[in-house]
Protein backbone atom coordinates (compact mmCIF):
# COMPACT_ATOMS: atom_id res chain seq x y z
CA UNK A 1 0.00 0.00 0.00
CA UNK A 2 1.05 3.63 -0.88
CA UNK A 3 1.93 5.72 2.21
CA UNK A 4 3.40 8.84 3.31
CA UNK A 5 4.22 10.04 6.84
CA UNK A 6 4.25 13.57 7.93
CA UNK A 7 6.65 14.55 10.34
CA UNK A 8 9.66 12.12 10.46
CA UNK A 9 10.68 12.84 14.08
CA UNK A 10 11.53 10.27 17.02
CA UNK A 11 7.60 9.31 15.88
CA UNK A 12 7.21 9.58 12.45
CA UNK A 13 10.78 8.34 10.97
CA UNK A 14 9.99 5.00 12.94
CA UNK A 15 6.58 4.59 11.79
CA UNK A 16 7.95 5.59 8.17
CA UNK A 17 10.66 2.97 8.08
CA UNK A 18 8.75 0.24 10.19
CA UNK A 19 6.03 0.51 7.46
CA UNK A 20 8.32 0.02 4.83
CA UNK A 21 9.91 -2.86 6.30
CA UNK A 22 6.31 -4.82 6.29
CA UNK A 23 5.93 -3.86 2.77
CA UNK A 24 4.68 -0.48 1.86
CA UNK A 25 5.39 1.81 -0.33
CA UNK A 26 6.31 4.59 1.89
CA UNK A 27 7.42 8.50 1.71
CA UNK A 28 8.12 10.70 4.41
CA UNK A 29 7.74 14.25 4.70
CA UNK A 30 9.07 16.69 6.66
CA UNK A 31 9.74 20.60 6.88
CA UNK A 32 13.67 19.78 8.27
CA UNK A 33 16.31 19.57 5.38
CA UNK A 34 18.39 18.23 7.58
CA UNK A 35 16.59 15.41 8.80
CA UNK A 36 15.50 14.80 5.43
CA UNK A 37 18.58 14.96 3.89
CA UNK A 38 20.03 12.49 6.67
CA UNK A 39 17.17 10.04 6.27
CA UNK A 40 17.09 9.77 2.49
CA UNK A 41 21.08 8.93 2.83
CA UNK A 42 19.56 6.14 4.97
CA UNK A 43 20.62 7.48 8.26
CA UNK A 44 18.95 7.61 11.38
CA UNK A 45 19.10 11.49 12.57
CA UNK A 46 18.84 10.49 16.41
CA UNK A 47 19.70 7.49 18.52
CA UNK A 48 16.84 4.41 18.09
CA UNK A 49 18.07 0.96 18.28
CA UNK A 50 17.36 -1.00 14.90
CA UNK A 51 16.08 2.25 13.34
CA UNK A 52 19.45 2.82 10.88
CA UNK A 53 19.14 -0.85 10.11
CA UNK A 54 15.56 -0.78 8.56
CA UNK A 55 16.05 2.98 6.79
CA UNK A 56 19.40 1.43 4.64
CA UNK A 57 16.98 -1.49 4.29
CA UNK A 58 14.21 0.28 3.33
CA UNK A 59 16.01 3.29 1.03
CA UNK A 60 17.90 0.59 -0.98
CA UNK A 61 15.06 -1.49 -1.33
CA UNK A 62 13.09 1.69 -2.89
CA UNK A 63 10.34 1.89 -0.99
CA UNK A 64 11.75 3.71 1.39
CA UNK A 65 11.87 7.85 0.98
CA UNK A 66 12.00 11.43 2.46
CA UNK A 67 11.24 14.41 0.55
CA UNK A 68 10.59 18.30 1.91
CA UNK A 69 7.78 18.33 -0.73
CA UNK A 70 4.63 17.54 0.28
CA UNK A 71 3.62 16.90 -3.13
CA UNK A 72 4.88 13.55 -2.55
CA UNK A 73 2.03 12.84 -0.34
CA UNK A 74 -0.17 12.79 -3.75
CA UNK A 75 -1.12 9.43 -4.52
CA UNK A 76 -0.77 7.63 -1.05
CA UNK A 77 -3.40 5.96 0.37
CA UNK A 78 -3.06 6.63 3.73
CA UNK A 79 -1.59 10.03 5.44
CA UNK A 80 -0.06 9.44 8.54
CA UNK A 81 0.74 12.60 10.35
CA UNK A 82 2.58 12.64 13.64
CA UNK A 83 4.22 15.88 13.86
CA UNK A 84 5.23 17.31 17.44
CA UNK A 85 2.51 18.62 19.75
CA UNK A 86 4.96 20.37 22.32
CA UNK A 87 3.54 22.59 24.91
CA UNK A 88 2.37 26.21 24.11
CA UNK A 89 5.33 28.70 25.70
CA UNK A 90 2.98 30.23 28.10
CA UNK A 91 0.37 27.66 29.40
CA UNK A 92 0.14 23.71 30.06
CA UNK A 93 -1.85 23.77 26.74
CA UNK A 94 -0.69 21.90 23.20
CA UNK A 95 0.43 23.70 20.56
CA UNK A 96 -1.23 22.68 18.17
CA UNK A 97 0.45 24.73 14.90
CA UNK A 98 2.52 22.37 13.62
CA UNK A 99 -0.78 19.55 13.60
CA UNK A 100 -2.60 22.80 11.87
CA UNK A 101 0.09 23.33 9.13
CA UNK A 102 1.04 20.00 8.20
CA UNK A 103 -2.90 19.09 7.43
CA UNK A 104 -3.54 22.72 5.82
CA UNK A 105 -0.50 21.55 3.85
CA UNK A 106 -1.25 17.80 2.96
CA UNK A 107 -5.38 19.10 2.24
CA UNK A 108 -4.38 20.13 -1.36
CA UNK A 109 -3.16 16.71 -2.33
CA UNK A 110 -5.46 14.59 -1.04
CA UNK A 111 -7.47 12.58 -3.28
CA UNK A 112 -11.15 11.44 -2.35
CA UNK A 113 -11.26 8.16 -0.43
CA UNK A 114 -7.77 8.95 1.12
CA UNK A 115 -7.28 7.90 4.69
CA UNK A 116 -5.80 10.72 6.73
CA UNK A 117 -4.38 9.19 10.14
CA UNK A 118 -3.81 11.16 12.39
CA UNK A 119 -0.61 10.09 15.08
CA UNK A 120 0.46 13.07 17.16
CA UNK A 121 -0.81 13.03 20.56
CA UNK A 122 -3.60 15.84 20.60
CA UNK A 123 -6.28 17.05 22.83
CA UNK A 124 -9.77 15.53 23.19
CA UNK A 125 -11.86 17.08 20.50
CA UNK A 126 -9.20 17.94 18.10
CA UNK A 127 -9.96 15.57 15.10
CA UNK A 128 -13.58 16.51 15.20
CA UNK A 129 -12.34 19.83 14.23
CA UNK A 130 -9.35 18.62 11.44
CA UNK A 131 -12.37 16.02 10.39
CA UNK A 132 -13.96 18.68 9.15
CA UNK A 133 -11.35 20.23 7.64
CA UNK A 134 -10.05 17.32 5.84
CA UNK A 135 -14.02 16.44 4.88
CA UNK A 136 -14.23 18.50 1.89
CA UNK A 137 -11.52 16.50 -0.54
CA UNK A 138 -13.64 13.31 -0.29
CA UNK A 139 -10.68 12.13 2.27
CA UNK A 140 -11.28 10.49 5.73
CA UNK A 141 -9.48 11.91 8.87
CA UNK A 142 -8.93 8.88 11.21
CA UNK A 143 -7.09 9.00 14.94
CA UNK A 144 -4.23 6.41 15.66
CA UNK A 145 -2.72 7.08 18.28
CA UNK A 146 0.38 5.50 19.19
CA UNK A 147 1.99 4.43 22.06
CA UNK A 148 5.53 3.34 21.27
CA UNK A 149 8.37 3.99 23.85
CA UNK A 150 11.41 5.39 22.63
CA UNK A 151 14.34 2.87 22.67
CA UNK A 152 12.08 0.04 21.80
CA UNK A 153 10.14 2.14 18.80
CA UNK A 154 10.91 -0.25 16.42
CA UNK A 155 9.45 -3.24 18.10
CA UNK A 156 6.73 -1.29 19.37
CA UNK A 157 5.41 -0.30 15.96
CA UNK A 158 6.25 -3.42 14.32
CA UNK A 159 4.49 -5.41 16.98
CA UNK A 160 2.34 -3.09 19.24
CA UNK A 161 0.47 -4.63 22.42
CA UNK A 162 -2.53 -2.97 20.86
CA UNK A 163 -3.74 -1.08 17.78
CA UNK A 164 -6.48 1.79 18.41
CA UNK A 165 -8.38 3.36 15.82
CA UNK A 166 -10.69 6.50 15.92
CA UNK A 167 -13.35 6.97 13.00
CA UNK A 168 -16.06 9.20 12.35
CA UNK A 169 -19.20 8.46 13.22
CA UNK A 170 -18.50 5.55 15.43
CA UNK A 171 -20.18 4.94 18.52
CA UNK A 172 -18.19 2.44 20.81
CA UNK A 173 -20.08 -0.12 22.64
CA UNK A 174 -18.11 -2.89 24.47
CA UNK A 175 -19.69 -6.70 23.29
CA UNK A 176 -20.79 -7.83 27.02
CA UNK A 177 -23.73 -4.36 26.21
CA UNK A 178 -24.60 -6.01 22.97
CA UNK A 179 -24.70 -9.59 23.87
CA UNK A 180 -26.15 -9.07 26.99
CA UNK A 181 -28.61 -6.73 25.48
CA UNK A 182 -27.65 -3.96 27.73
CA UNK A 183 -27.23 -1.68 25.19
CA UNK A 184 -29.67 1.13 23.92
CA UNK A 185 -28.56 1.31 20.70
CA UNK A 186 -30.48 1.35 17.49
CA UNK A 187 -31.47 -2.60 16.74
CA UNK A 188 -29.66 -3.04 14.01
CA UNK A 189 -26.36 -2.43 15.90
CA UNK A 190 -25.44 -6.15 16.61
CA UNK A 191 -25.22 -6.63 12.28
CA UNK A 192 -22.97 -3.94 12.46
CA UNK A 193 -20.88 -5.28 15.25
CA UNK A 194 -21.44 -8.69 13.92
CA UNK A 195 -19.54 -7.17 10.67
CA UNK A 196 -16.43 -5.12 12.30
CA UNK A 197 -15.92 -8.19 14.31
CA UNK A 198 -15.72 -10.37 11.30
CA UNK A 199 -13.69 -8.37 9.43
CA UNK A 200 -10.91 -9.38 11.80
CA UNK A 201 -10.81 -7.16 15.07
CA UNK A 202 -12.32 -9.56 17.75
CA UNK A 203 -11.30 -12.56 19.05
CA UNK A 204 -9.36 -10.90 22.43
CA UNK A 205 -12.74 -9.13 24.15
CA UNK A 206 -11.81 -5.54 22.37
CA UNK A 207 -14.53 -3.44 22.01
CA UNK A 208 -15.32 -2.44 18.47
CA UNK A 209 -17.80 -0.36 17.34
CA UNK A 210 -21.23 0.32 15.68
CA UNK A 211 -19.66 1.97 12.44
CA UNK A 212 -21.23 3.88 9.52
CA UNK A 213 -20.23 2.63 6.03
CA UNK A 214 -17.32 5.83 6.21
CA UNK A 215 -16.10 4.58 9.01
CA UNK A 216 -16.35 0.83 8.41
CA UNK A 217 -13.89 1.37 5.29
CA UNK A 218 -11.27 3.53 7.23
CA UNK A 219 -10.62 0.44 9.80
CA UNK A 220 -10.53 -1.80 7.05
CA UNK A 221 -7.87 -0.03 5.68
CA UNK A 222 -5.90 0.53 9.25
CA UNK A 223 -6.25 -3.14 9.30
CA UNK A 224 -4.18 -4.01 5.77
CA UNK A 225 -1.74 -1.30 6.59
CA UNK A 226 -1.08 -2.83 10.27
CA UNK A 227 -1.28 -6.71 8.52
CA UNK A 228 0.93 -8.25 10.62
CA UNK A 229 -0.11 -7.73 13.87
CA UNK A 230 -3.46 -7.96 12.64
CA UNK A 231 -2.89 -11.32 11.38
CA UNK A 232 -1.51 -12.72 14.96
CA UNK A 233 -4.34 -11.22 17.00
CA UNK A 234 -3.04 -7.94 17.93
CA UNK A 235 -6.45 -6.31 19.84
CA UNK A 236 -7.73 -3.78 17.44
CA UNK A 237 -9.92 -1.41 18.88
CA UNK A 238 -12.61 0.71 17.05
CA UNK A 239 -13.63 3.56 18.49
CA UNK A 240 -15.16 7.29 17.93
CA UNK A 241 -12.30 10.40 17.03
CA UNK A 242 -12.59 11.29 20.73
CA UNK A 243 -12.21 7.85 22.09
CA UNK A 244 -9.18 7.12 20.28
CA UNK A 245 -7.74 10.13 21.42
CA UNK A 246 -8.51 10.38 25.21
CA UNK A 247 -7.30 6.78 25.37
CA UNK A 248 -3.56 8.44 24.44
CA UNK A 249 -3.62 10.79 26.90
CA UNK A 250 -5.11 8.82 29.42
CA UNK A 251 -2.57 5.61 28.90
CA UNK A 252 0.05 8.47 29.92
CA UNK A 253 -1.80 9.76 32.51
CA UNK A 254 -1.82 6.45 34.41
CA UNK A 255 1.41 5.62 33.58
CA UNK A 256 2.56 9.32 34.86
CA UNK A 257 0.48 8.74 38.27
CA UNK A 258 1.95 5.54 38.59
CA UNK A 259 5.38 6.63 39.02
CA UNK A 260 4.39 9.23 40.92
CA UNK A 261 2.62 7.05 43.26
CA UNK A 262 5.66 5.19 43.47
CA UNK A 263 7.70 8.36 44.07
CA UNK A 264 5.36 9.88 46.65
CA UNK A 265 5.82 6.93 48.54
CA UNK A 266 9.34 7.49 48.51
CA UNK A 267 9.25 10.78 49.87
CA UNK A 268 7.40 8.88 53.04
CA UNK A 269 9.86 5.85 52.90
CA UNK A 270 12.16 8.74 53.64
CA UNK A 271 10.62 10.05 56.83
CA UNK A 272 10.28 7.04 58.22
CA UNK A 273 13.53 4.93 57.54
CA UNK A 274 11.55 2.55 54.89
CA UNK A 275 12.71 1.28 51.61
CA UNK A 276 10.99 1.89 48.67
CA UNK A 277 12.67 -0.22 46.62
CA UNK A 278 10.86 -3.10 48.36
CA UNK A 279 7.99 -1.83 49.17
CA UNK A 280 7.38 -1.61 45.08
CA UNK A 281 8.46 -5.08 44.86
CA UNK A 282 6.16 -6.38 47.76
CA UNK A 283 2.95 -4.73 46.32
CA UNK A 284 4.38 -5.45 42.67
CA UNK A 285 3.49 -8.89 43.18
CA UNK A 286 -0.08 -8.21 43.41
CA UNK A 287 -1.19 -8.99 39.75
CA UNK A 288 -3.42 -5.75 39.88
CA UNK A 289 -0.49 -3.60 41.06
CA UNK A 290 2.04 -5.38 38.90
CA UNK A 291 6.02 -4.32 39.32
CA UNK A 292 6.29 -1.95 36.01
CA UNK A 293 6.27 1.74 36.38
CA UNK A 294 7.24 1.47 39.73
CA UNK A 295 10.57 3.08 39.74
CA UNK A 296 11.17 5.58 42.45
CA UNK A 297 13.60 7.66 41.60
CA UNK A 298 14.31 11.57 39.66
CA UNK A 299 11.09 10.87 38.19
CA UNK A 300 9.84 11.18 34.78
CA UNK A 301 10.73 13.48 31.49
CA UNK A 302 11.09 13.07 27.84
CA UNK A 303 8.57 14.95 25.48
CA UNK A 304 5.67 12.84 26.16
CA UNK A 305 4.54 12.06 29.83
CA UNK A 306 5.53 15.89 31.49
CA UNK A 307 3.81 17.38 28.11
CA UNK A 308 1.05 15.19 27.82
CA UNK A 309 -0.22 15.16 32.08
CA UNK A 310 -0.23 19.23 31.53
CA UNK A 311 -2.08 19.31 28.30
CA UNK A 312 -4.82 16.89 29.67
CA UNK A 313 -5.74 18.98 32.83
CA UNK A 314 -5.69 21.93 30.22
CA UNK A 315 -7.99 20.78 27.81
CA UNK A 316 -10.25 18.90 31.30
CA UNK A 317 -10.56 22.93 32.39
CA UNK A 318 -11.76 23.66 28.79
CA UNK A 319 -14.29 20.91 29.30
CA UNK A 320 -15.04 22.79 32.57
CA UNK A 321 -14.05 18.72 34.07
CA UNK A 322 -11.12 20.53 35.71
CA UNK A 323 -11.60 19.14 38.91
CA UNK A 324 -11.89 14.87 37.01
CA UNK A 325 -7.69 15.47 36.62
CA UNK A 326 -7.17 17.84 38.82
CA UNK A 327 -4.97 14.73 40.66
CA UNK A 328 -2.54 15.36 37.54
CA UNK A 329 -1.03 18.71 38.82
CA UNK A 330 -0.16 16.77 41.73
CA UNK A 331 1.16 14.15 40.15
CA UNK A 332 3.44 16.39 38.41
CA UNK A 333 4.50 18.44 41.50
CA UNK A 334 5.22 15.30 43.26
CA UNK A 335 7.82 14.46 39.92
CA UNK A 336 9.47 18.10 39.70
CA UNK A 337 10.18 17.63 43.84
CA UNK A 338 12.29 13.96 42.98
CA UNK A 339 14.13 16.36 40.80
CA UNK A 340 15.03 19.17 43.98
CA UNK A 341 15.31 16.16 45.97
CA UNK A 342 18.14 14.27 43.99
CA UNK A 343 20.59 18.10 44.27
CA UNK A 344 19.33 18.25 47.54
CA UNK A 345 21.07 14.79 49.10
CA UNK A 346 23.92 16.15 46.90
CA UNK A 347 24.15 19.03 48.52
CA UNK A 348 23.29 17.07 52.06
CA UNK A 349 26.39 15.20 51.64
CA UNK A 350 28.73 17.98 51.49
CA UNK A 351 26.88 19.26 54.79
CA UNK A 352 25.47 22.29 52.49
CA UNK A 353 29.09 23.41 51.07
CA UNK A 354 28.54 22.54 47.12
CA UNK A 355 30.77 25.74 45.90
CA UNK A 356 33.39 24.40 44.03
CA UNK A 357 33.01 21.07 44.51
CA UNK A 358 33.38 18.65 41.24
CA UNK A 359 30.47 16.92 40.56
CA UNK A 360 29.98 13.83 37.67
CA UNK A 361 26.39 13.75 36.75
CA UNK A 362 26.34 10.44 34.81
CA UNK A 363 23.61 10.63 32.02
CA UNK A 364 21.86 13.88 30.15
CA UNK A 365 19.49 11.47 28.27
CA UNK A 366 15.72 11.42 29.77
CA UNK A 367 16.01 7.46 30.03
CA UNK A 368 18.35 5.23 28.39
CA UNK A 369 18.30 3.89 24.96
CA UNK A 370 17.69 6.95 24.00
CA UNK A 371 18.80 10.31 22.82
CA UNK A 372 16.20 12.74 24.00
CA UNK A 373 16.69 15.14 26.34
CA UNK A 374 13.43 16.69 26.28
CA UNK A 375 12.12 17.74 30.07
CA UNK A 376 15.42 15.50 30.62
CA UNK A 377 15.43 15.03 34.23
CA UNK A 378 19.43 14.52 34.25
CA UNK A 379 19.74 17.73 33.03
CA UNK A 380 17.79 19.68 34.90
CA UNK A 381 19.73 18.10 38.14
CA UNK A 382 22.91 19.28 36.19
CA UNK A 383 21.98 22.26 35.78
CA UNK A 384 20.59 23.16 39.16
CA UNK A 385 23.54 21.80 40.28
CA UNK A 386 25.22 24.15 38.39
CA UNK A 387 23.52 26.63 39.53
CA UNK A 388 24.40 26.07 43.35
CA UNK A 389 27.78 26.30 42.02
CA UNK A 390 29.02 23.35 41.44
CA UNK A 391 32.15 22.13 39.14
CA UNK A 392 29.41 20.10 36.72
CA UNK A 393 30.74 17.26 34.31
CA UNK A 394 27.91 15.63 32.47
CA UNK A 395 28.60 12.78 30.04
CA UNK A 396 25.86 10.41 28.57
CA UNK A 397 26.62 7.34 25.84
CA UNK A 398 23.87 8.84 23.07
CA UNK A 399 22.92 12.35 24.45
CA UNK A 400 25.66 14.60 24.51
CA UNK A 401 25.32 16.03 21.11
CA UNK A 402 22.03 17.48 21.88
CA UNK A 403 22.13 18.26 25.49
CA UNK A 404 25.63 20.55 24.80
CA UNK A 405 23.05 22.34 22.13
CA UNK A 406 20.70 22.95 24.46
CA UNK A 407 22.72 23.67 27.86
CA UNK A 408 26.16 25.04 26.64
CA UNK A 409 26.92 26.18 29.58
CA UNK A 410 27.42 22.86 31.08
CA UNK A 411 31.05 20.90 30.41
CA UNK A 412 30.58 17.33 28.44
CA UNK A 413 33.12 14.51 28.64
CA UNK A 414 32.42 11.39 25.95
CA UNK A 415 34.23 8.73 28.19
CA UNK A 416 32.50 7.82 31.64
CA UNK A 417 35.89 7.05 33.43
CA UNK A 418 37.43 10.30 32.30
CA UNK A 419 33.91 11.81 33.26
CA UNK A 420 34.50 10.14 36.21
CA UNK A 421 38.58 11.43 37.23
CA UNK A 422 39.00 13.52 40.28
CA UNK A 423 35.24 14.47 40.90
CA UNK A 424 34.24 14.64 44.74
CA UNK A 425 30.52 12.88 44.09
CA UNK A 426 28.79 11.42 41.62
CA UNK A 427 25.30 11.38 41.01
CA UNK A 428 23.50 8.89 38.10
CA UNK A 429 20.34 9.73 37.01
CA UNK A 430 20.25 8.01 33.78
CA UNK A 431 20.18 4.31 34.27
CA UNK A 432 22.32 3.54 31.21
CA UNK A 433 23.98 0.07 31.57
CA UNK A 434 27.42 1.97 31.50
CA UNK A 435 26.62 2.98 35.04
CA UNK A 436 24.20 0.89 36.70
CA UNK A 437 25.40 -2.95 35.52
CA UNK A 438 28.96 -2.29 34.15
CA UNK A 439 30.62 0.01 36.80
CA UNK A 440 32.08 -1.34 39.75
CA UNK A 441 32.41 0.68 42.79
CA UNK A 442 35.99 -0.66 42.73
CA UNK A 443 36.95 0.89 39.70
CA UNK A 444 34.93 4.01 40.38
CA UNK A 445 37.27 4.31 43.17
CA UNK A 446 40.36 4.29 41.30
CA UNK A 447 38.87 7.16 39.18
CA UNK A 448 37.23 9.75 41.81
CA UNK A 449 38.69 12.17 44.04
CA UNK A 450 35.61 11.45 47.05
CA UNK A 451 33.53 8.64 47.76
CA UNK A 452 29.76 9.93 47.35
CA UNK A 453 27.50 8.73 45.10
CA UNK A 454 24.07 9.68 44.74
CA UNK A 455 21.73 7.17 42.99
CA UNK A 456 19.17 8.97 41.53
CA UNK A 457 17.34 6.20 39.88
CA UNK A 458 17.98 3.65 42.64
CA UNK A 459 19.47 1.32 39.95
CA UNK A 460 22.79 0.25 42.22
CA UNK A 461 23.59 -2.21 44.63
CA UNK A 462 23.78 0.00 47.52
CA UNK A 463 25.03 -2.40 49.78
CA UNK A 464 28.02 -3.06 47.05
CA UNK A 465 29.03 0.52 47.26
CA UNK A 466 28.94 1.22 50.84
CA UNK A 467 31.27 -1.88 50.65
CA UNK A 468 33.78 -0.64 48.98
CA UNK A 469 33.62 2.50 51.56
CA UNK A 470 31.25 4.77 49.37
CA UNK A 471 28.68 7.19 51.28
CA UNK A 472 25.71 5.97 48.98
CA UNK A 473 22.37 7.73 48.99
CA UNK A 474 19.21 6.23 46.77
CA UNK A 475 15.78 7.64 46.31
CA UNK A 476 13.35 6.33 48.93
CA UNK A 477 15.27 3.32 50.40
CA UNK A 478 17.97 3.68 53.84
N1 LIG B 1 8.35 10.32 20.69
C1 LIG B 1 7.52 9.39 21.13
O1 LIG B 1 7.92 8.43 21.78
C2 LIG B 1 6.05 9.50 20.85
C3 LIG B 1 5.23 8.39 21.08
C4 LIG B 1 3.85 8.51 20.90
C5 LIG B 1 3.31 9.71 20.49
N2 LIG B 1 4.14 10.78 20.27
C6 LIG B 1 3.54 12.01 19.78
O2 LIG B 1 3.89 12.13 18.41
C7 LIG B 1 4.08 13.48 18.04
C8 LIG B 1 5.48 13.66 17.48
O3 LIG B 1 6.40 13.40 18.51
P1 LIG B 1 7.96 13.24 18.20
O4 LIG B 1 8.57 12.78 19.49
O5 LIG B 1 8.16 12.42 16.98
O6 LIG B 1 8.36 14.75 17.91
P2 LIG B 1 9.61 15.28 17.07
O7 LIG B 1 9.79 16.70 17.46
O8 LIG B 1 10.75 14.33 17.21
O9 LIG B 1 9.14 15.21 15.55
C9 LIG B 1 8.19 16.05 14.99
C10 LIG B 1 8.61 16.29 13.54
O10 LIG B 1 7.57 17.00 12.86
C11 LIG B 1 8.19 17.87 11.93
N3 LIG B 1 7.24 18.90 11.49
C12 LIG B 1 6.80 19.98 12.16
N4 LIG B 1 5.92 20.67 11.40
C13 LIG B 1 5.79 19.99 10.24
C14 LIG B 1 5.01 20.19 9.08
N5 LIG B 1 4.18 21.22 8.97
N6 LIG B 1 5.12 19.30 8.07
C15 LIG B 1 5.96 18.24 8.17
N7 LIG B 1 6.72 18.00 9.26
C16 LIG B 1 6.63 18.86 10.28
C17 LIG B 1 9.38 18.41 12.69
O11 LIG B 1 10.35 18.99 11.84
C18 LIG B 1 9.87 17.15 13.40
O12 LIG B 1 10.83 16.45 12.63
C19 LIG B 1 3.77 14.28 19.30
O13 LIG B 1 2.41 14.62 19.29
C20 LIG B 1 4.05 13.29 20.43
O14 LIG B 1 3.35 13.60 21.61
C21 LIG B 1 5.49 10.69 20.41
O1 LIG C 1 9.25 3.09 36.71
C1 LIG C 1 9.55 4.04 36.02
C2 LIG C 1 9.40 4.05 34.62
C3 LIG C 1 9.75 5.19 33.91
N1 LIG C 1 10.27 6.27 34.54
C4 LIG C 1 10.63 7.48 33.77
O2 LIG C 1 9.50 7.88 33.02
C5 LIG C 1 9.89 8.53 31.82
C6 LIG C 1 9.14 7.96 30.64
O3 LIG C 1 9.55 6.64 30.40
P1 LIG C 1 8.88 5.78 29.24
O4 LIG C 1 7.42 5.79 29.44
O5 LIG C 1 9.56 4.49 29.18
O6 LIG C 1 9.33 6.63 27.97
P2 LIG C 1 8.64 7.28 26.70
O7 LIG C 1 9.44 6.84 25.54
O8 LIG C 1 8.48 8.74 26.98
O9 LIG C 1 7.21 6.60 26.53
C7 LIG C 1 6.01 7.13 27.07
O10 LIG C 1 5.50 8.17 26.28
C8 LIG C 1 5.26 7.80 24.91
C9 LIG C 1 4.82 9.05 24.18
O11 LIG C 1 3.49 9.37 24.38
C10 LIG C 1 4.21 6.70 24.88
O12 LIG C 1 3.96 6.34 23.53
C11 LIG C 1 4.70 5.51 25.69
O13 LIG C 1 3.71 4.50 25.71
C12 LIG C 1 5.01 5.98 27.10
O14 LIG C 1 5.56 4.90 27.86
C13 LIG C 1 11.41 8.38 31.75
O15 LIG C 1 12.02 9.58 32.19
C14 LIG C 1 11.71 7.25 32.73
O16 LIG C 1 12.99 7.36 33.29
C15 LIG C 1 10.43 6.26 35.93
O17 LIG C 1 10.88 7.25 36.52
N2 LIG C 1 10.06 5.15 36.63
Redesign the pocket.
Known amino acids: MKLSV ?7 AVHAAAMASIGHDVVG ?4 ER ?1 IAALSAGEAPFFEPGLPELLTQGVAAGNLRFTINMSAAQGAQVHFV ?4 PQQKDSHAADLT ?1 VN ?2 ID ?1 LIPYLNPGDIVAG ?3 VPVGTAAVLAERVAPTGATLVWNP ?5 GW ?1 VEDTIDPDRLVVGVPGARTVSATQIVGGLSDMHEDVSSRFARSTTAGSDSTGSTSAALPAEGERAADILREVYHPAVAKGTPFIVTDLATAELVKVAANAFLATKISFINAMAEIAEATGADVTQLADAIGHDARIGRRFLGAGIGFGG ?2 LPK ?1 IRAFAARAEELGRGESVSFLREVDAINLRRRERAVQLVVDAFDGQVVGKKVTVLGAAFKPHSDDIRDSPALDAAVRLRGLGADVTVTDPQAIENARRQHPQLAYVDDRDDALRGADAVIVVTEWDEYRRDLSPAHASSLVHGKIIVDGRNCLDAAAWRAEGWAYYGMGRP
Open positions: IGCGYLGIDVDKGVGTYAAAKSTEFLREAGCD
